[in-house]
């Protein structure tokens, strides 16, 4: 629940266009002016192979592969920076059994330059790792961070196509195997790469 | 992923200072200066140890109590070359667990029994203390789900008085029980108690696994009823499986074969389980049988090396041949170097560990059976000390020193 809260803090603080427009003081109202593309807010979806894996201290860390993926909004800040909110997902099945990496978190991009493609991410948020089965269900949720990087293909119609590659990790957050706590000091990680589609 | 995980690590650690903090804040004073206890000072060398007693009581260390007890020593004295005649079992300065624990003072729980109920001791023999360890054992966790993800370690470090070569254990099933674990996970216990194995008065018969034979009176006669058993060979075991006839060789293992399947819990006042575990104690060659046809009730081993029943039936192969170079040798007796059933194999499976302690402090003062645990120390408790954790994923051990041999020169039974 705490964490929740900041993260909901987190997104009303950056809130994109109070941003902009407490930058641009004489200006019109953002509605009465047609922005341009670099000022527009941006949506991209991802998809990618990736690795999750749950850890702690008596973990194995061992990472699975399966299909993952990203979804994210994300919008101008200053002249190389967006700030957004992304989430992030993993699935993997196998044996009975499937496991899920799923975070969310406000992140920020930020590009080598204003004219540049590439761009560097941060964010953070919580995550949860979950395995389960029929019969067991054994979670862990912890306060996570994400770093990545991309770049961007300028396609026509306002679109790009962005190879990136993200890694998510978490930490210190409880471990539950069929509601009864294992450890207060669970973790998950979440490494993908893959290909974006970003939508101006 | 290493800084992570070393980050993640820290409360663990912290934890763990502080759990350790518990366990050592008594210095050790001088073992010479120090009040024996009843366990002390009672092994003395028989015909064919080199020791001197005064020697073997040089291996001493001081108790929580304040008491001067036995401890480890090794089968033969290092600087002198002299030998015991017996062995404690692995040495314990090699675990990981002896830094935090210390020497382990034999028979504390039993001196702790002489306080809390004086009119019913229990008193063991000196060589029977046998103490095991491994560091870093894998731990299997009794969940489809959790298991392929965990990497569970422990650090085990245990003592058990198992004697397998006197009539005792026959009726006995009270035995002091010391039992150290920490694992990554968490699970820490570090606690001595008399142990209540099977029911008192009695044993299982060990080639069955099934048939409960009575024997008398046990000591405590107040002896409890514990969980677990004490499988024991008797005499029919003997006759089926050792003495067979000229067409298969005996089947040494399941004619001697000895497993005290411990099941022990720390309780509080209240009656609420604290922490629960269940190591089985094995041993393939005992110096011993149940044999209600001799008047001492304990047959040997070794005698039956030499039988030979009316319809031919006799031990084939094995141990005994090896003995006796085929029966070329004659007059091994049962406390004979030579004898290879001396109880010097040994090994244990460490099993289940579970806490319910999250609520609980970490330090207990319980009886010496385990029971009516509380947060300070009364007269004839015993100190405890279990992690304030509730375990989720039972931890269970695998088997512990199979591949060990304690024997060595002039180690023979009693051991």
């Known amino acids: ?200 | 992923m290493r800084f992570f995980r070393q980050v993640q690590f820290v409360g663990v650690v912290a934890g763990a200072i502080v759990f350790t903090g518990c366990l050592n804040d008594l210095t050790s004073p001088d073992p010479s200066t120090a009040t024996p206890a009843v366990a002390f000072g009672i092994w003395s060398p028989g015909p064919n140890d080199t020791c001197t007693k005064e020697l073997h009581d040089a291996y001493a260390t001081v108790g929580r109590d304040g008491k001067r007890y036995p401890t480890w020593h090794p089968a033969t004295d290092p600087a002198t070359g002299c030998s015991f005649g017996h062995e404690h079992g692995r040495d314990p300065r090699g675990s990981d667990l002896y830094g935090m624990v210390g020497a382990i003072p034999f028979g504390l729980a039993n001196e702790a029994l002489e306080t809390w109920d004086a009119t019913n001791p229990r008193r063991e023999d000196h060589v029977g203390h046998k103490v095991e360890w491994e560091n870093d054992i894998e731990m299997r966790v009794n969940s489809d789900i959790a298991s392929p993800l965990f990497d569970v370690r422990c650090d085990v470090l245990v003592k058990l008085h198992q004697g397998t070569h006197s009539k005792d254990a026959f009726t006995n099933n009270v035995h002091e029980l010391v039992y150290h674990i920490v694992c990554n996970d968490g699970t820490a216990m570090h606690v001595t108690m008399m142990t209540a194995i099977g029911k008192p008065g009695e044993f299982v018969r060990s080639c069955d696994g099934t048939t409960h034979v009575t024997v008398g009176l046990p000591t405590p006669l107040n002896s409890p009823h514990g969980g677990g058993q004490r499988l024991i060979p008797d005499r029919e075991c003997i006759l089926e499986h050792m003495l067979v006839g000229s067409t298969r060789n005996s089947n040494m293992s399941a004619a001697l074969h000895e497993s005290w399947q411990t099941s022990n819990a720390i309780r509080s006042a209240t009656g609420h389980t604290i922490a629960s575990f269940d190591p089985y104690f094995q041993v393939p060659s005992p110096s011993r049988f149940y044999d209600p046809t001799l008047t001492g009730i304990t047959g040997r081993p070794i005698d039956m090396c030499y039988a030979t029943e009316s319809n031919g039936d006799k031990a084939r192969g094995g141990a005994c041949a090896d003995a006796t170079a085929n029966g070329q040798i004659t007059g091994i007796t049962w406390d004979d170097p030579r004898s290879p059933f001396n109880g010097v194999r040994r090994f244990v499976d460490i099993n289940g560990n579970r806490i319910n302690n999250a609520e609980g402090p970490a330090v207990w003062f319980t009886d010496p059976y385990g029971r009516n645990g509380q947060r300070e120390p009364f007269a004839g408790s015993v100190r405890q000390v279990i992690a304030r954790i509730n375990t989720a994923i039972d931890p269970h051990g695998p088997t512990i020193g199979r591949e060990r041999w304690y024997g060595g020169l002039g180690v023979r039974a009693p051991n």
Request: aromatic share 8%; charged share 15%.
């Open chain 1, 1 to 200: 629940m705490r964490l929740a809260t900041v993260v909901v803090a987190a997104c009303v603080l950056v809130s994109p266009e109070a941003t902009l427009n407490a930058q641009q003081p004489g200006s019109r109202p953002a509605a009465a002016q047609p922005q341009p593309a670099s000022r527009r807010t941006s949506y991209t979806l991802g998809i990618s192979k990736g690795a999750g894996a749950l850890t702690c201290t008596f973990c194995n860390d061992e990472g699975k592969d399966g299909i993952a993926g990203m979804v994210g909004i994300e919008t101008p800040f200053r002249r190389a920076i967006k700030l957004g909110f992304e989430a992030d997902w993993w699935l993997h099945s196998g044996g009975g059994s499937s496991r899920s990496v799923f975070a969310a978190m406000p992140v920020f991009h930020l590009y080598l330059s204003p004219a540049s493609r590439a761009f560097f991410k941060a964010g953070l948020g919580i995550g949860r790792f979950t395995a389960s089965s029929d019969e067991e269900e054994l979670r862990a949720t912890a306060l996570s961070g994400v770093v990545g990087v991309g770049y961007e293909f300028r396609l026509a119609n306002r679109s790009a196509l962005v190879p990136y590659l993200s890694w998510v990790r978490g930490t210190g957050g409880d471990m539950r195997l069929n509601g009864a706590l294992v450890t207060p000091y669970g973790g998950l990680s979440l490494l993908q790469y893959g290909v974006a589609l970003s939508k101006r």
